[in-house]
Protein backbone atom coordinates (compact mmCIF):
# COMPACT_ATOMS: atom_id res chain seq x y z
CA UNK A 1 0.00 0.00 0.00
CA UNK A 2 3.10 2.18 0.11
CA UNK A 3 3.08 2.91 -3.35
CA UNK A 4 -0.33 3.79 -3.83
CA UNK A 5 -0.49 6.39 -0.23
CA UNK A 6 2.81 8.01 -2.21
CA UNK A 7 1.12 8.52 -5.74
CA UNK A 8 -1.98 9.87 -3.36
CA UNK A 9 0.25 12.36 -1.62
CA UNK A 10 1.87 13.70 -4.67
CA UNK A 11 -1.27 14.08 -6.15
CA UNK A 12 -2.42 16.33 -3.06
CA UNK A 13 0.29 18.11 -2.90
CA UNK A 14 0.32 19.26 -6.27
CA UNK A 15 -2.90 21.12 -5.90
CA UNK A 16 -3.42 22.11 -2.12
CA UNK A 17 -1.74 25.61 -2.39
CA UNK A 18 -4.14 26.32 -4.71
CA UNK A 19 -7.27 24.74 -3.02
CA UNK A 20 -6.56 26.31 0.37
CA UNK A 21 -6.12 29.72 -0.66
CA UNK A 22 -9.87 29.82 -2.33
CA UNK A 23 -11.75 32.00 0.21
CA UNK A 24 -14.25 29.28 0.17
CA UNK A 25 -12.27 27.01 1.77
CA UNK A 26 -12.87 26.58 5.50
CA UNK A 27 -10.37 27.95 8.43
CA UNK A 28 -11.02 25.89 11.54
CA UNK A 29 -13.49 23.04 9.95
CA UNK A 30 -11.34 19.58 9.07
CA UNK A 31 -11.66 19.87 5.14
CA UNK A 32 -9.39 17.87 2.31
CA UNK A 33 -6.26 19.33 1.93
CA UNK A 34 -7.37 19.40 -1.89
CA UNK A 35 -9.72 17.50 -3.94
CA UNK A 36 -12.75 15.55 -2.83
CA UNK A 37 -14.05 14.40 0.88
CA UNK A 38 -16.97 12.87 2.32
CA UNK A 39 -17.95 10.37 5.62
CA UNK A 40 -16.13 10.98 8.65
CA UNK A 41 -14.39 7.24 9.39
CA UNK A 42 -12.24 5.79 12.21
CA UNK A 43 -12.98 8.40 14.61
CA UNK A 44 -11.16 7.77 17.83
CA UNK A 45 -8.78 8.89 20.98
CA UNK A 46 -5.38 6.79 20.94
CA UNK A 47 -2.21 7.87 22.17
CA UNK A 48 -3.65 11.06 24.07
CA UNK A 49 -4.59 11.55 20.45
CA UNK A 50 -8.03 12.34 18.03
CA UNK A 51 -7.82 10.48 14.90
CA UNK A 52 -10.32 11.72 12.57
CA UNK A 53 -10.24 9.86 9.01
CA UNK A 54 -12.25 10.44 6.20
CA UNK A 55 -13.42 9.19 2.98
CA UNK A 56 -10.94 10.78 0.27
CA UNK A 57 -10.96 10.92 -3.89
CA UNK A 58 -7.16 12.27 -3.86
CA UNK A 59 -6.91 12.76 -7.38
CA UNK A 60 -9.98 15.09 -8.42
CA UNK A 61 -12.71 17.02 -6.57
CA UNK A 62 -15.64 14.28 -7.84
CA UNK A 63 -15.88 11.20 -5.31
CA UNK A 64 -13.99 8.20 -6.91
CA UNK A 65 -11.97 5.18 -5.48
CA UNK A 66 -12.26 6.19 -1.66
CA UNK A 67 -9.28 6.54 0.36
CA UNK A 68 -8.96 7.32 3.67
CA UNK A 69 -7.71 10.88 4.50
CA UNK A 70 -6.42 11.52 7.68
CA UNK A 71 -6.49 14.70 10.66
CA UNK A 72 -5.20 14.79 13.89
CA UNK A 73 -5.74 16.91 17.13
CA UNK A 74 -5.00 16.84 20.65
CA UNK A 75 -7.82 19.02 21.70
CA UNK A 76 -10.53 18.29 19.06
CA UNK A 77 -10.20 22.36 18.23
CA UNK A 78 -6.52 22.59 16.35
CA UNK A 79 -6.16 19.94 13.59
CA UNK A 80 -3.09 18.92 11.85
CA UNK A 81 -3.16 16.76 8.50
CA UNK A 82 -1.45 13.69 8.15
CA UNK A 83 -0.95 11.35 4.78
CA UNK A 84 -3.59 9.24 3.73
CA UNK A 85 -3.45 6.22 5.87
CA UNK A 86 -5.73 3.67 3.42
CA UNK A 87 -5.51 3.30 -0.35
CA UNK A 88 -6.97 0.67 -2.20
CA UNK A 89 -4.45 -2.19 -2.84
CA UNK A 90 -5.87 -5.30 -2.50
CA UNK A 91 -7.99 -7.49 -4.42
CA UNK A 92 -10.94 -7.04 -1.99
CA UNK A 93 -10.86 -3.18 -1.70
CA UNK A 94 -9.47 -2.52 -5.44
CA UNK A 95 -12.49 -0.04 -6.19
CA UNK A 96 -12.54 1.89 -2.73
CA UNK A 97 -11.72 1.67 1.39
CA UNK A 98 -14.84 2.41 2.20
CA UNK A 99 -16.63 3.95 5.63
CA UNK A 100 -16.24 2.03 8.86
CA UNK A 101 -14.45 2.41 12.08
CA UNK A 102 -11.35 2.58 14.52
CA UNK A 103 -10.43 1.04 18.07
CA UNK A 104 -7.95 1.01 20.24
CA UNK A 105 -6.83 -2.82 20.57
CA UNK A 106 -3.34 -4.31 22.77
CA UNK A 107 -1.86 -0.77 21.76
CA UNK A 108 -2.28 -0.68 18.30
CA UNK A 109 -5.27 1.26 16.28
CA UNK A 110 -7.51 -1.26 14.42
CA UNK A 111 -9.25 -0.08 11.79
CA UNK A 112 -12.46 -2.41 10.60
CA UNK A 113 -13.74 -0.81 6.80
CA UNK A 114 -15.64 -1.73 4.12
CA UNK A 115 -13.67 -3.24 1.13
CA UNK A 116 -15.64 -2.54 -2.30
CA UNK A 117 -15.17 -4.00 -6.10
CA UNK A 118 -17.16 -3.05 -8.65
CA UNK A 119 -18.06 -6.07 -11.00
CA UNK A 120 -20.44 -4.51 -13.44
CA UNK A 121 -21.12 -0.95 -14.36
CA UNK A 122 -23.82 -0.17 -12.25
CA UNK A 123 -22.53 1.18 -8.97
CA UNK A 124 -26.20 -0.09 -7.17
CA UNK A 125 -26.33 -3.52 -7.99
CA UNK A 126 -22.83 -4.59 -9.60
CA UNK A 127 -20.64 -4.71 -6.48
CA UNK A 128 -19.32 -7.04 -4.18
CA UNK A 129 -18.75 -4.98 -0.43
CA UNK A 130 -17.06 -7.13 2.25
CA UNK A 131 -15.55 -6.35 5.70
CA UNK A 132 -11.69 -5.74 6.18
CA UNK A 133 -9.27 -4.96 8.93
CA UNK A 134 -5.80 -2.74 9.04
CA UNK A 135 -3.92 -1.72 11.65
CA UNK A 136 -1.17 0.52 12.68
CA UNK A 137 0.94 0.87 16.04
CA UNK A 138 1.74 4.43 15.80
CA UNK A 139 -2.09 5.74 14.16
CA UNK A 140 -0.40 7.08 11.15
CA UNK A 141 0.73 3.80 8.86
CA UNK A 142 -1.44 1.08 8.93
CA UNK A 143 -0.86 -2.79 7.55
CA UNK A 144 -4.03 -4.24 6.16
CA UNK A 145 -4.71 -8.37 6.65
CA UNK A 146 -4.24 -9.82 3.83
CA UNK A 147 -8.04 -11.55 4.29
CA UNK A 148 -11.61 -10.10 4.53
CA UNK A 149 -13.02 -11.27 8.12
CA UNK A 150 -16.67 -11.05 6.93
CA UNK A 151 -17.30 -12.04 3.23
CA UNK A 152 -20.81 -12.67 2.89
CA UNK A 153 -23.92 -11.26 3.70
CA UNK A 154 -25.93 -14.09 6.33
CA UNK A 155 -28.76 -15.92 4.98
CA UNK A 156 -32.33 -14.14 5.26
CA UNK A 157 -34.16 -11.13 4.10
CA UNK A 158 -30.61 -8.92 3.61
CA UNK A 159 -29.65 -7.81 -0.10
CA UNK A 160 -26.14 -9.40 -1.02
CA UNK A 161 -24.45 -6.40 -2.42
CA UNK A 162 -25.32 -3.66 0.16
CA UNK A 163 -23.37 -4.14 3.47
CA UNK A 164 -21.13 -1.65 4.75
CA UNK A 165 -19.78 0.66 7.05
CA UNK A 166 -18.79 -1.26 10.26
CA UNK A 167 -18.73 0.32 13.80
CA UNK A 168 -17.19 -1.78 16.07
CA UNK A 169 -16.77 -1.64 20.06
CA UNK A 170 -15.97 -3.77 23.36
CA UNK A 171 -18.35 -4.77 25.72
CA UNK A 172 -17.34 -7.18 28.38
CA UNK A 173 -14.52 -8.47 26.36
CA UNK A 174 -16.79 -9.12 23.39
CA UNK A 175 -16.63 -7.43 20.55
CA UNK A 176 -19.64 -6.02 18.70
CA UNK A 177 -19.77 -4.00 15.45
CA UNK A 178 -23.31 -2.83 13.54
CA UNK A 179 -23.28 -2.85 9.56
CA UNK A 180 -25.76 -0.70 7.71
CA UNK A 181 -27.98 -2.93 5.07
CA UNK A 182 -30.89 -3.41 3.25
CA UNK A 183 -33.91 -6.22 2.96
CA UNK A 184 -33.79 -8.07 -0.93
CA UNK A 185 -36.94 -5.68 -1.20
CA UNK A 186 -34.80 -2.32 -0.03
CA UNK A 187 -36.12 -1.48 3.45
CA UNK A 188 -33.15 -0.42 5.39
CA UNK A 189 -31.73 -1.82 8.29
CA UNK A 190 -29.08 -2.61 11.27
CA UNK A 191 -27.15 -5.91 11.07
CA UNK A 192 -24.73 -7.11 14.33
CA UNK A 193 -21.84 -9.10 13.96
CA UNK A 194 -20.05 -10.19 17.52
CA UNK A 195 -16.51 -11.66 18.02
CA UNK A 196 -13.83 -12.17 20.42
CA UNK A 197 -10.53 -11.85 18.08
CA UNK A 198 -11.69 -9.57 15.64
CA UNK A 199 -11.05 -12.56 13.00
CA UNK A 200 -14.42 -14.51 13.17
CA UNK A 201 -16.78 -13.10 12.98
CA UNK A 202 -20.59 -14.38 14.20
CA UNK A 203 -24.02 -12.91 13.01
CA UNK A 204 -25.87 -12.37 15.83
CA UNK A 205 -29.51 -10.87 14.18
CA UNK A 206 -31.03 -7.80 12.11
CA UNK A 207 -30.87 -5.58 15.07
CA UNK A 208 -33.00 -3.24 14.04
CA UNK A 209 -35.13 -1.81 11.00
CA UNK A 210 -38.32 0.48 10.52
CA UNK A 211 -41.16 -0.42 8.91
CA UNK A 212 -42.92 2.95 7.70
CA UNK A 213 -40.85 5.26 6.19
CA UNK A 214 -37.70 4.06 7.41
CA UNK A 215 -35.80 4.32 3.63
CA UNK A 216 -34.00 1.77 1.52
CA UNK A 217 -30.91 1.82 3.13
CA UNK A 218 -29.15 2.36 6.64
CA UNK A 219 -26.09 4.01 5.68
CA UNK A 220 -23.10 4.14 8.31
CA UNK A 221 -24.98 3.23 11.80
CA UNK A 222 -22.91 3.76 15.24
CA UNK A 223 -23.95 2.44 18.44
CA UNK A 224 -23.12 3.25 22.02
CA UNK A 225 -24.75 3.59 25.39
CA UNK A 226 -25.85 7.21 26.90
CA UNK A 227 -27.55 8.48 30.19
CA UNK A 228 -30.31 5.70 30.94
CA UNK A 229 -30.51 4.97 27.20
CA UNK A 230 -28.68 2.67 24.04
CA UNK A 231 -28.44 4.65 20.63
CA UNK A 232 -27.96 3.71 17.68
CA UNK A 233 -27.42 6.73 15.11
CA UNK A 234 -27.19 5.77 11.34
CA UNK A 235 -27.82 7.82 7.88
CA UNK A 236 -31.09 6.45 6.06
CA UNK A 237 -31.39 6.72 2.25
CA UNK A 238 -35.06 7.52 0.98
CA UNK A 239 -37.13 8.83 3.98
CA UNK A 240 -39.96 10.48 2.92
CA UNK A 241 -40.39 14.16 4.02
CA UNK A 242 -42.85 14.15 6.89
CA UNK A 243 -44.03 17.87 7.99
CA UNK A 244 -40.87 19.97 7.86
CA UNK A 245 -38.43 16.98 8.76
CA UNK A 246 -36.73 14.70 6.14
CA UNK A 247 -36.10 16.96 3.50
CA UNK A 248 -32.89 16.77 2.16
CA UNK A 249 -31.61 13.93 -0.18
CA UNK A 250 -30.96 11.62 2.98
CA UNK A 251 -30.99 11.96 6.50
CA UNK A 252 -28.60 11.72 9.68
CA UNK A 253 -30.84 10.66 12.50
CA UNK A 254 -31.11 8.71 15.90
CA UNK A 255 -33.21 6.51 17.51
CA UNK A 256 -33.20 5.80 21.36
CA UNK A 257 -33.96 2.15 23.45
CA UNK A 258 -32.77 -0.79 24.10
CA UNK A 259 -30.59 -3.44 22.98
CA UNK A 260 -30.58 -6.94 24.11
CA UNK A 261 -26.97 -8.59 23.78
CA UNK A 262 -28.52 -12.22 23.54
CA UNK A 263 -30.61 -11.77 20.85
CA UNK A 264 -29.04 -8.77 19.17
CA UNK A 265 -32.62 -7.24 18.74
CA UNK A 266 -32.72 -3.36 19.70
CA UNK A 267 -36.29 -2.15 20.88
CA UNK A 268 -35.80 1.65 19.90
CA UNK A 269 -38.37 4.78 19.20
CA UNK A 270 -38.95 6.35 16.41
CA UNK A 271 -36.50 8.25 14.32
CA UNK A 272 -34.73 11.94 15.67
CA UNK A 273 -32.87 14.40 13.37
CA UNK A 274 -29.29 15.03 14.62
CA UNK A 275 -29.13 18.15 11.99
CA UNK A 276 -32.71 20.15 10.71
CA UNK A 277 -30.67 21.69 7.79
CA UNK A 278 -29.27 21.29 4.59
CA UNK A 279 -26.00 19.54 4.78
CA UNK A 280 -25.12 16.67 7.34
CA UNK A 281 -24.66 13.38 6.78
CA UNK A 282 -23.18 10.09 8.24
CA UNK A 283 -22.05 11.35 11.70
CA UNK A 284 -19.75 9.29 13.65
CA UNK A 285 -18.92 9.22 17.36
CA UNK A 286 -16.14 9.02 20.15
CA UNK A 287 -16.42 8.58 23.86
CA UNK A 288 -13.98 10.94 25.27
CA UNK A 289 -11.27 10.74 28.23
CA UNK A 290 -14.16 12.58 29.88
CA UNK A 291 -16.89 10.39 29.41
CA UNK A 292 -19.05 12.93 27.04
CA UNK A 293 -19.65 11.26 23.30
CA UNK A 294 -18.93 13.53 20.79
CA UNK A 295 -20.27 13.51 17.18
CA UNK A 296 -18.68 14.77 13.80
CA UNK A 297 -20.79 14.37 10.83
CA UNK A 298 -20.03 15.51 6.96
CA UNK A 299 -20.89 18.91 6.46
CA UNK A 300 -22.26 18.62 2.59
CA UNK A 301 -25.05 16.17 1.31
CA UNK A 302 -24.95 13.79 -1.98
CA UNK A 303 -26.10 15.40 -5.22
CA UNK A 304 -26.17 18.52 -4.27
CA UNK A 305 -24.45 21.39 -5.97
CA UNK A 306 -20.59 21.80 -5.28
CA UNK A 307 -19.45 25.08 -6.47
CA UNK A 308 -16.13 24.60 -4.48
CA UNK A 309 -15.35 21.66 -6.86
CA UNK A 310 -14.38 24.63 -9.83
CA UNK A 311 -11.93 25.43 -7.26
CA UNK A 312 -9.95 22.09 -6.92
CA UNK A 313 -11.53 20.98 -3.14
CA UNK A 314 -14.94 19.76 -1.81
CA UNK A 315 -16.36 18.51 1.02
CA UNK A 316 -15.44 19.84 4.57
CA UNK A 317 -16.40 18.34 8.09
CA UNK A 318 -18.91 20.06 11.15
CA UNK A 319 -17.45 21.44 14.03
CA UNK A 320 -17.05 18.66 16.87
CA UNK A 321 -20.76 18.21 18.70
CA UNK A 322 -21.40 17.30 21.81
CA UNK A 323 -24.39 14.63 22.75
CA UNK A 324 -26.08 15.44 26.08
CA UNK A 325 -29.36 13.22 27.28
CA UNK A 326 -32.42 15.17 27.95
CA UNK A 327 -35.38 13.15 28.92
CA UNK A 328 -36.78 11.53 25.84
CA UNK A 329 -33.93 12.98 22.92
CA UNK A 330 -30.58 14.38 23.13
CA UNK A 331 -29.40 17.74 22.78
CA UNK A 332 -26.87 18.44 20.29
CA UNK A 333 -23.69 21.33 21.62
CA UNK A 334 -20.96 22.76 20.26
CA UNK A 335 -17.95 21.37 21.83
CA UNK A 336 -17.08 23.97 24.80
CA UNK A 337 -13.44 23.62 23.65
CA UNK A 338 -13.69 25.69 20.18
CA UNK A 339 -13.76 28.64 22.41
CA UNK A 340 -9.79 28.27 22.41
CA UNK A 341 -10.16 29.58 18.67
CA UNK A 342 -11.76 33.36 20.22
CA UNK A 343 -10.10 36.11 18.89
CA UNK A 344 -11.11 40.00 20.62
CA UNK A 345 -14.44 40.03 22.00
CA UNK A 346 -17.34 42.26 20.55
CA UNK A 347 -20.32 42.47 23.46
CA UNK A 348 -23.45 44.20 22.86
CA UNK A 349 -26.46 44.43 25.69
CA UNK A 350 -30.07 44.91 26.32
CA UNK A 351 -30.60 46.65 22.21
CA UNK A 352 -34.19 46.60 21.19
CA UNK A 353 -34.65 45.22 17.64
CA UNK A 354 -37.76 46.43 15.66
CA UNK A 355 -36.95 47.80 12.45
CA UNK A 356 -33.44 46.14 10.53
CA UNK A 357 -30.21 47.31 12.51
CA UNK A 358 -26.94 46.69 12.45
CA UNK A 359 -23.58 46.92 15.14
CA UNK A 360 -20.37 48.21 14.90
CA UNK A 361 -17.92 45.11 14.31
CA UNK A 362 -21.03 42.17 14.11
CA UNK A 363 -19.91 41.34 11.01
CA UNK A 364 -17.31 38.38 9.02
CA UNK A 365 -16.99 35.85 7.59
CA UNK A 366 -15.11 32.79 10.15
CA UNK A 367 -16.43 33.98 13.29
CA UNK A 368 -18.51 32.33 16.31
CA UNK A 369 -21.66 34.48 17.79
CA UNK A 370 -24.25 33.59 20.68
CA UNK A 371 -27.41 35.60 20.97
CA UNK A 372 -29.32 35.59 23.74
CA UNK A 373 -32.74 37.68 22.90
CA UNK A 374 -35.95 38.38 24.31
CA UNK A 375 -38.96 37.77 22.45
CA UNK A 376 -41.71 38.10 24.73
CA UNK A 377 -43.54 41.20 22.62
CA UNK A 378 -42.43 40.09 18.93
CA UNK A 379 -44.20 37.69 16.40
CA UNK A 380 -40.67 37.63 14.76
CA UNK A 381 -37.18 37.56 14.46
CA UNK A 382 -34.42 37.47 12.08
CA UNK A 383 -30.37 37.90 11.94
CA UNK A 384 -29.56 37.96 8.22
CA UNK A 385 -25.62 36.96 7.99
CA UNK A 386 -23.33 37.18 5.12
CA UNK A 387 -24.82 40.16 3.51
CA UNK A 388 -23.83 42.00 0.45
CA UNK A 389 -24.23 42.47 -2.82
CA UNK A 390 -28.00 41.18 -3.37
CA UNK A 391 -26.77 38.07 -0.98
CA UNK A 392 -28.38 37.03 2.43
CA UNK A 393 -28.45 34.11 4.78
CA UNK A 394 -31.87 34.53 7.10
CA UNK A 395 -31.95 32.78 10.19
CA UNK A 396 -36.20 33.40 10.98
CA UNK A 397 -37.81 32.77 14.34
CA UNK A 398 -41.59 32.53 13.89
CA UNK A 399 -44.15 32.63 16.90
CA UNK A 400 -47.23 31.90 14.49
CA UNK A 401 -45.25 28.55 13.03
CA UNK A 402 -43.32 27.92 16.67
CA UNK A 403 -40.23 27.41 14.54
CA UNK A 404 -37.04 28.60 13.11
CA UNK A 405 -36.50 28.43 9.45
CA UNK A 406 -32.91 29.06 7.77
CA UNK A 407 -33.41 30.27 4.06
CA UNK A 408 -30.59 30.20 1.49
CA UNK A 409 -32.70 31.83 -1.34
CA UNK A 410 -29.93 34.24 -1.57
CA UNK A 411 -26.96 32.80 0.03
CA UNK A 412 -24.77 33.44 -3.09
CA UNK A 413 -23.81 30.59 -5.55
CA UNK A 414 -25.12 27.28 -6.21
CA UNK A 415 -27.44 27.08 -3.47
CA UNK A 416 -31.21 27.38 -2.37
CA UNK A 417 -34.30 26.49 -0.50
CA UNK A 418 -35.05 26.70 3.00
CA UNK A 419 -35.61 24.35 6.11
CA UNK A 420 -37.60 24.79 8.94
CA UNK A 421 -37.47 23.07 12.57
CA UNK A 422 -39.73 23.57 15.23
CA UNK A 423 -38.75 24.86 18.73
CA UNK A 424 -40.54 25.13 22.16
CA UNK A 425 -42.77 28.44 22.43
CA UNK A 426 -40.98 30.58 24.83
CA UNK A 427 -40.07 34.17 25.68
CA UNK A 428 -36.11 33.91 25.37
CA UNK A 429 -34.48 32.44 21.96
CA UNK A 430 -30.78 31.31 22.31
CA UNK A 431 -28.77 31.46 18.87
CA UNK A 432 -25.23 29.87 18.71
CA UNK A 433 -23.60 30.26 15.28
CA UNK A 434 -20.36 29.14 13.75
CA UNK A 435 -19.35 30.76 10.16
CA UNK A 436 -16.77 29.41 8.66
CA UNK A 437 -16.13 31.12 4.88
CA UNK A 438 -19.05 28.64 3.27
CA UNK A 439 -20.93 27.21 6.00
CA UNK A 440 -23.10 28.00 8.74
CA UNK A 441 -24.02 26.06 11.88
CA UNK A 442 -26.52 27.46 14.38
CA UNK A 443 -27.19 25.61 17.55
CA UNK A 444 -30.74 26.95 18.86
CA UNK A 445 -31.77 26.87 22.48
CA UNK A 446 -28.55 25.12 24.06
CA UNK A 447 -29.04 22.15 21.50
CA UNK A 448 -33.18 21.64 20.97
CA UNK A 449 -31.88 21.75 17.55
CA UNK A 450 -29.37 22.51 15.17
CA UNK A 451 -29.02 23.84 11.44
CA UNK A 452 -25.87 23.51 9.13
CA UNK A 453 -26.09 24.73 5.69
CA UNK A 454 -22.98 25.23 3.08
CA UNK A 455 -23.45 28.52 1.74
CA UNK A 456 -21.45 30.44 -1.00
CA UNK A 457 -21.47 33.92 -1.14
CA UNK A 458 -18.60 36.10 -2.09
CA UNK A 459 -16.24 36.75 -0.30
CA UNK A 460 -16.69 40.72 0.46
CA UNK A 461 -20.58 39.56 1.52
CA UNK A 462 -19.84 39.92 5.10
CA UNK A 463 -22.75 41.57 6.75
CA UNK A 464 -24.70 41.20 9.34
CA UNK A 465 -28.30 42.24 10.35
CA UNK A 466 -31.05 42.07 12.93
CA UNK A 467 -34.63 42.50 12.54
CA UNK A 468 -37.37 41.87 14.68
CA UNK A 469 -41.54 41.90 13.87
CA UNK A 470 -42.73 43.58 17.00
CA UNK A 471 -40.23 44.65 19.08
CA UNK A 472 -37.81 41.92 20.41
CA UNK A 473 -34.59 42.51 23.20
CA UNK A 474 -30.81 41.55 22.41
CA UNK A 475 -30.37 40.90 26.02
CA UNK A 476 -26.95 39.97 25.36
CA UNK A 477 -24.65 39.03 22.21
CA UNK A 478 -21.18 38.35 21.84
CA UNK A 479 -19.22 37.87 19.13
CA UNK A 480 -15.51 36.76 17.86
CA UNK A 481 -13.44 36.21 15.20
CA UNK A 482 -11.84 32.91 14.93
CA UNK A 483 -8.37 31.53 14.75
CA UNK A 484 -7.46 29.29 11.89
CA UNK A 485 -7.24 25.54 13.71
CA UNK A 486 -4.90 23.78 10.96
CA UNK A 487 -1.38 22.98 9.97
CA UNK A 488 -0.01 20.24 7.64
CA UNK A 489 2.70 17.89 7.16
CA UNK A 490 2.74 16.25 4.17
CA UNK A 491 4.20 13.10 2.57
CA UNK A 492 5.18 10.46 4.77
Not at 42 to 67: A, C, I
Request: glycine content about 8%; hydrophobic content about 35%; some cysteine.
Amino acid sequence: MEKEIQIAEASIQEKEQEARAHHWYPRFHVAPRAYWMNDPNGFSYFNGEYHLFYQHHPFSPEWGPMHWGHAVSRDLVNWEHLPVALAPSLRDDADGCFSGSAIEVDGKLVAMYTGNVWTGPDHDTDLKQVQMIAESSDGIHFTKWEKPVITEVPEGDIHPFHFRDPKVWKRDGTYYCVLGSRTKDHMGQVLLYKSNDLKSWDFVAVSAKKEENGGFMWECPDFFHLGEKDVLVMSPQGVKPEGDKFHNLHQAVYVLGELDYETGKFTHEDFHMLDAGFDFYAPQTLEDPEGRRVMIGWMDMWESEMPTQAHGFCGAMTIPRVLVPDGERLLVQPLPELAELRKEEMYVENEPISSKQTFDSISGTCLEMKLEVNVKDADAFNVNFRCGNDEKTVLKWSRQESAVTLDRTASGAGVSGTRTVEVKEQDRLTLHFFLDQSSAEIFINNGEAVMTARIYPDETSDGIEFEAGGEAVIERLWKWDLNSAFSSKGGI
